[in-house]
Nanobody, 123 residues
Framework: QLQLVESGGGLVRPGGSLRLSCAAS????????VAWFRRAPGKESEGVAC????????SFGDSVTGRFTISRDNTGNTVHLQMNYLLPEDTSIYFC????????????????WGQGTQVTVSS
């Protein structure tokens, strides 16, 4: 059974960078699309970024476009979220999720989820 494990969260100053990783275990990601979502206290979950199963296409939420990138490593089994120019409003728990092949930024379309990693942007 596919399990997803996030890592790389932490505390960073505004304007700084972090790279989150989503590693698959128990099964391979294969041709699954992988997305990152985030949820801040008292707010709805927000789709941040997605990469398709063949890694040929990516999509981003409006609030992170131009600052975040998403990539898959050579094994295809780990997906990274590079976050640059971080803002205090990026503070959230970040989750990765997987679904068959095609991207989406709707959390309802993803059956497989990790446990999340906390990102805090503060001076």
């Amino acid at each position: 059974q596919l399990q997803l494990v996030e890592s790389g969260g932490g505390l960073v100053r505004p304007g700084g960078s972090l790279r989150l990783s989503c590693a698959a275990s128990g099964a391979t990601l294969g041709n699954k699309a992988v997305a990152w979502f985030r949820r801040a206290p008292g707010k709805e979950s927000e789709g941040v970024a997605c990469i398709t199963g063949d890694s040929r296409s990516t999509s981003f939420g409006d609030s992170v476009t131009g600052r975040f990138t998403i990539s898959r490593d050579n094994t295809g089994n780990t997906v990274h979220l590079q976050m640059n120019y971080l803002l205090p409003e990026d503070t959230s728990i970040y989750f990765c999720a997987a679904r068959p092949y095609y991207c989406s930024l709707s959390r309802y379309e993803f059956p497989s989820w990790g446990q999340g990693t906390q990102v805090t942007v503060s001076s």
